[in-house]
């Protein structure tokens, strides 16, 4: 432990600023959100012991006074009540230790899948105001940037394997691209419309540093949701705002050519040539295929996937391998049957219908919204995000934003129809 704290000594001159923050959160909680905004893009960056990061101290910390406030009356739990859908699944994934291969697969998955479902509540209800959700926004995509400086210094230096971008030396690019592309899509909703970034500089030089990192990360994933997702921020839009997304884009293309062409003729466009195999996710989705239908109702145990793959990958191909799905929907219908699959849908689809609803003077809010859906959703398709802390964060500020676009009795009536 003390030689992490040594080796990472900068981060010992964050603790006081902690500590500061700790002291503030019992007048301004959702100081908390903001302090896990920040950190969150820069968590690989930031681990004080093991796995543990400063955004699960500032996250515990939070969650304690928040608790306390609730207990001792001095704050209201407020959230939509569709949310007892999210904590039906956790309750089902808890049963399911009753007929879990490996029970302690079963404990570690549901420990972080209920702490980031705890944050998911703490977002939607600490930012509950527009100003919030602005400054909780702007925080993370100021983050983002940093991160993405560090990406492109550490890519030109040669140093990372297989020149995938990525900030620190053995991140997963997959998830770091998927990570700051929430911040991607959020700087192009404010191109467009005005709000969330009003500095341009900061509009036009974080819109063209991510993109070149989304980019040079290689994940075909990140592409195809990105894709996706910016169809709804391009209907609608007055002509000069495409003409300036255009421009974005066209310097974007000018400067991964002049930089970085070797990686995008002998990395990029090789990998996407490779789509037919879905980096192998095609191989592991017909194994999984096979699990799902000898587990169709209950699956086969929450977390147990990897394990239950290898069993069924030796059974059908003749070899062992553990893998993910690399799927959310994949992974909850061989985990949880098609029982715990139908309950995360619907909680999704209560998130839609409220986008749906907000009304049509939101100042472009719900083009930014189904954006953000979108990308979680098909994001979702190609890897198993539902244990990582960027899907959440999206989703509790889609959530938050609804709530303050559209009145919460609203939400409440509509979904007792």
Same mark, same amino acid.
């Given at each position: ?45 930031? &681990? ?13 910390? &939070? ?48 420990? &972080? ?27 993370? =995509? ?45 700087? =192009? ?17 974080? &819109?063209?540093? =991510? ?207």
């Amino acid at each position: 432990m003390f030689i992490n704290l040594i080796n990472n000594s900068w981060i010992l001159l964050l603790l006081p600023i902690i500590v500061i923050l700790f002291i503030k959160l019992h007048k301004k909680l959702y100081f908390g959100i903001y302090a896990g905004a920040i950190l969150l893009p820069l968590e690989d960056l930031t &681990t004080l012991f093991t796995d543990f990061t400063l955004i699960k101290l500032v996250i515990i910390a &939070t969650f304690i006074i928040w608790c306390i406030q609730i207990f001792t009356h001095k704050r209201k739990l407020n959230f939509p009540s569709y949310f007892y859908l999210i904590i039906l699944l956790c309750l089902l994934a808890g049963l399911s230790l009753f007929w879990s291969n490996n029970a302690s697969s079963t404990v570690t998955s549901l420990l &972080t899948f209920t702490q980031l479902t705890i944050w998911l509540v703490m977002i939607t209800d600490l930012l509950d105001s527009r100003k919030k959700i602005v400054v909780a926004t702007q925080l993370y =995509i100021l983050s983002s940037i940093i991160v993405s400086i560090f990406a492109i210094v550490l890519i030109n230096s040669g140093n990372l394997e297989f020149n995938r971008a990525a900030f620190i030396q053995g991140q997963n690019p997959n998830g770091f691209s998927r990570s700051v592309g929430l911040a991607f899509l959020v700087l =192009i909703y404010s191109i467009n419309s005005g709000h969330f970034i009003r500095n341009s500089f900061i509009k036009y030089f974080g &819109t063209i540093l =991510i993109g070149l990192v989304i980019v040079l990360a290689q994940s075909r994933g990140t592409y195809i949701a990105l894709l996706f997702a910016l169809i709804p921020l391009f209907i609608g839009v007055k002509f000069k705002h495409k003409r300036k997304n255009i421009v974005v884009f066209f310097i974007l293309s000018i400067f991964l050519f002049l930089n970085f062409q070797d990686i995008i003729v002998e990395n990029v466009l090789v990998r996407i040539r490779d789509y037919e195999s879905l980096g192998g996710r095609k191989v592991i989705w017909e194994v999984a295929y096979n699990m799902i239908k000898d587990n169709f109702w209950l699956g086969v145990g929450f977390g147990n996937f990897p394990d239950i793959f290898g069993v069924y990958s030796f059974q059908l191909r003749g070899w062992v391998a553990n893998s993910s799905s690399h799927n959310v929907y994949i992974s909850l219908l061989s985990e949880l049957g098609i029982i715990g699959l139908t309950v995360f849908i619907l909680f999704q689809s209560k998130i839609l219908k409220n986008i749906i609803r907000l009304p049509n003077n939101s100042n472009y809010s719900e083009k930014l919204l189904y954006a953000l859906f979108i990308y979680l959703i098909i994001g979702g398709m190609t890897n198993s995000i539902h244990f990582e802390k960027f899907y959440w964060f999206g989703f509790g500020i889609i959530i938050a934003m609804t709530r303050v676009l559209v009145p919460m009795d609203v939400q409440n009536e509509g979904d007792d129809h």
